[in-house]
């Protein structure tokens, strides 16, 4: 079997305002988000080496932040204008490891997902290797309603619609060849999954943790803070 | 501390600037710089503090603990002494009653 590589996203995408931080350098009670977002990969026994994706004026801080929490990483890369940019340039980062079958797997996480413990990490390797691809994800346990001017106009079905989630893991030759199909195509993929699926390459979800949430509301700061303080 | 960082507002319905502020290592507020809009701390401000406290005081007696835990208020009391750093401690808890 090939190596295992984990590959956590931190460049963020969009401009910021002058001295604004990337949210993923948010304390949460003593710790970055990103070295929590990292921390379970380092060490795991599925994963042979970790890498941090930062935007390019944040190399630095990156390495620095992340050496203080005590996160020894393999390398940080220089990260695009989108998130897609950032995972295409990752992935051809390694185009020739991946070429040559030393990197067998390639596992995307968000940086901004600071609570994700590795627990389903082994069944998201072992579905990728077996099918090609493999994400946690969660029902969407909402009533979905679609609004008009008039109002409300109707209630839609949930029952097989999931939230995605990260880690997403893949056979590395099935990305690198889906990236490249998408630059090809013209292709901007909201997330790893959705560019490896246009391949019709089957990606089974397996259930992750409703407590893995992404950074994104103010909201979202304030549960992380109290879920890392949780026993 | 205050700390700027992009997120989504929900009132503005866009990523906005917000500033973050933090009280030792507990998250006090979270406020959009373009509408103002507030997200507190999961606690009240005060009782977040009074949980910071009881770890900086773990050697202290039970007592005090107790004391501290179940009466917020009882904090202004007790800071003298518990506080190896009673200035610092002093300025963090007026930034929260500001
Ligand atoms: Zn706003």
Redesign the pocket.
Known sequence: MGRTIAVVLGAGSGARARHAVNKVYLDLDGLPVIARAVRPFIDHPEVDETYVVAAPGELGACAGVLADAGCVVHGILPGGPSRHASEAGAVEHFADRIESGEIEIVLIHDGARPIYHGASLATLVDRARKGGGAICGVPLNEELVSVTDHGASGWRSTENLWCAQTPQVFQAAVLLEAFRAAKAAGFEGTDTASTVERMGVPVEVVEGDPRNIKITFPEDVVLAASLVRAP | MKVKSSLM?Q??GRQ?SHELHYVGSSLHEIR?L??S?ETWGHHHPVAGYVGEMRGRIVTKPWRVLREMTTEPAAIRSLLPRVASKPVRVASELIEILR
């Open positions: 507002c009132n503005c906005t959009c373009q509408c809009t």
